[in-house]
């Protein structure tokens, strides 16, 4: 299935042979350690900077409405974010991951994010719409 919106993203998670538990990395664009006035320029221009995860979280599918309600739930946190890093965790079994079951494969996720290695992850913007990266 080609991914080309969260919708889409949430069908084809729930087509799987095993449940998924998605994970979150919601990431701010800000400046790099140590940037130029060329850099400031470019980022107050919308461009560059690097992405830092703000915060993060899992869901079951079950848990999960539509990019709307993602966006309302994460705005009660008070942290403001540009682009949200999603991926999938399978479950073993017949049986849904925990959050706990999730809590290191997070933790790694939220490390790629800090390294720039996404491309592992859909990302969206706050309007839902699908980011790519190159």
Known sequence: MNISSYQDLLQAAKQQPEPQ??????TQPELP????????DRFHAGQGGVLTPKM???KALDEL???ADLVEESRQTGQDWKIVFVAALDGRGGTMPSSE???VPLEKMVEAVQNGAVSNFLAFDRDGNLVRFS
Do not use: H, K, P
């Open 21 to 26: 538990r998605l994970l979150f990395v919601f």
């Open 101 to 103: 079951d999730a809590r």
């Open 65 to 67: 409405g539509s990019f």
């Open 56 to 58: 993060c979280t899992d």
């Open 33 to 40: 350690e140590g940037y130029t006035q060329v850099q400031i």
